[in-house]
């Protein structure tokens, strides 16, 4: 374990964008974790994960940690389920190929979503109709304070929609090590109904989908829409879907009667937050090297050379715009630095 000193991090962003830390760290071992956080107890400390859900907007004078904690082991396991554990540095999208190729299912319309296995429960990712707590068992976090590692359940994760308690509470307070999933090992329940996954089965021919054709499909879908991080420097869906009243709804749908929408309860309707970027004008959308991608209005993209502050006022902007037209706010999922 060694301590770098001003080192880029545009090599560790899906953004793409060039700032430096004043001190980097990569770690593979929980015992290399707690020392390097010994070594400099009073530095400001910054996780760096799979770097595809933040937008890094200047230097950063902190300790930056990248985990890369690696292992994927069974659990425990019966006739029907299993549990898995992950370590925080495996990459998302390469776990889920892991479980189809296992034939475990559960987290097939979680295929392709970027970072790593530790920010997971954070955002409690979802896509497709189907969200991280659906599988979450258990995550392991180690206390910074004290060093200590705790388990955190379903529960005590306090998951909402793209939320957890380590999004408020116990934010900037706990590292995320380890985490455990439970998946079906037979008679796998598919979800089907969410965007367009059933087209896309269609559109290839299969009537009596597997969870791989599941995944396939979704991965198909993602790609006509998202950009590659690798081509394109962005950090998928820039903001969080917005979940309105009713009422507010109805005054929206007065004005565009073809707003599509999702029924989360009685009194909330989901309106789609590309929807209402697009309709404000932004898809498509370019200033000079950064702007909003042609395919998908929900991605803030990188052309090369951009700055982080640039696309974070693009960003504000296309809040700002958005509450003007429609009195919908909208917030980013992504964390800016």
């Known amino acids: ?34 020392s390097c956080l010994d070594s400099i107890p009073e530095k400001e400390i910054v996780i760096l994960g799979g770097g595809s859900n933040m937008l ?7 300790l930056v940690i990248h985990l890369n904690l690696k292992s994927i082991t069974v ?17 998302w999208h390469e776990f889920v190929l892991w479980c ?6 559960g987290v097939e319309n979680l295929s ?49 929609y793209r939320d957890s308690i380590f999004k408020n509470s116990h934010k900037g307070k706990y590292i995320i090590i380890s985490v455990n999933i439970k998946l079906s090992k037979k008679n796998h329940t598919l979800h089907l109904d969410y965007g367009a996954i059933k087209d896309q089965l269609k559109e290839s021919g299969i009537l009596s989908p597997t969870i791989k054709d599941v995944s396939e499909a979704v991965i198909a879908i993602r790609q006509n829409k998202l950009p590659d991080p690798k081509k394109i420097g962005n950090s998928g869906s820039f903001f969080k879907n917005p979940v309105i009243s009713v009422e507010l709804f109805k005054a929206l749908q007065n004005n565009f009667d073809d707003v599509p929408h999702y029924k989360i309860s009685e009194s909330e309707i989901k ?34 050379g951009a700055k982080g502050e640039d696309i974070y006022k693009l960003a504000l902007l296309i809040k700002s715009t958005v509450k003007r037209l429609f009195n919908i706010d909208i917030e980013p999922e992504v964390n800016v630095i």
């Open 100 to 105: 189809l190729d296992n034939d475990f299912g």
């Open 112 to 160: 392709l979503i970027p970072g790593n296995i530790g920010t997971a429960p954070i955002q409690n990712i979802g896509a497709y109709g189907v969200e991280l707590k659906d599988v979450f068992v258990s995550c392991e976090a180690l206390e910074i304070e004290t060093k200590q590692i705790k388990t955190f359940t379903a529960s005590d994760c306090q998951f909402g």
């Open 75 to 91: 659990e425990e396991e019966n006739d029907d389920s299993v549990i898995v554990k992950a370590l925080a540095g495996e990459n």
């Open 1 to 34: 374990m060694k301590i770098q000193k001003n080192i880029s991090l545009k090599p560790f962003n899906t953004f793409g964008i060039d700032v430096n830390a004043s001190n980097y760290c990569d770690i593979r071992s929980n015992d290399e974790l707690i």
């Open 56 to 62: 890094l907007t200047k230097d950063i004078d902190a």
């Open 271 to 304: 309106v789609p937050a590309g929807w209402l970027i697009e309709k404000a004008g932004f898809k498509g959308k370019r200033f000079n090297n950064y702007g909003v991608h042609k395919n998908q209005a929900l991605v803030l993209v990188n052309y090369g």
